[in-house]
């Protein structure tokens, strides 16, 4: 099954991916929509640091959903129309992926095995595999 990995090294904290992530699923570039970004910030001691979040398909929000509104294969589907905004997958959420709005989840679905992320990153830091 392919994943997206990032490697911290290569990135250069453009945020592109969260960009590219917004426009692609919600039409609009508003990364506090986008499913996958990488933030980056300086520790106490002025080192540049990095929070990666992405859906890794680790199962646990598909296993937790009390509606069966998430499925899973090789990668992550909500069903809006199942979807009663529990937030029960947020709350498992290892990871801390998955984004309630509106009263749904929305998880990475990796753009259908096609993810613009890896696209658009500049630098290779992100890569499907």
Do not use: W
Not at 30 to 57: H, M, Q, W
Not at 69 to 88: F, N, P, Q, R, Y
Request: hydrophobic fraction near 30%; charge should be positive.
């Amino acid at each position: 099954m392919k994943r997206l990995r990032f490697t911290k090294q290569k990135c250069i904290g453009c945020q592109l991916c969260g960009q590219v992530c917004s426009a692609t699923h919600e039409g609009a570039f508003v990364p506090s929509k986008a499913r996958v970004f990488i933030e980056t910030y300086y520790d106490k001691g002025g080192d540049l640091k990095y929070k990666d979040s992405y859906c890794n398909l680790c199962g646990i929000c598909f296993k937790n959903c009390p509606t069966g509104a998430i499925s899973m294969d090789d990668k992550i589907l909500v069903d809006h129309e199942v979807c009663i905004g529990c937030g029960t997958c947020a709350a498992k959420c290892p990871r801390k992926v998955v984004r309630l709005r509106e009263k749904k989840s929305y998880i990475c679905d990796t753009c259908n095995g096609d993810p613009m992320c890896v696209k658009v990153c500049p630098q290779g830091a992100l890569i499907f595999e």
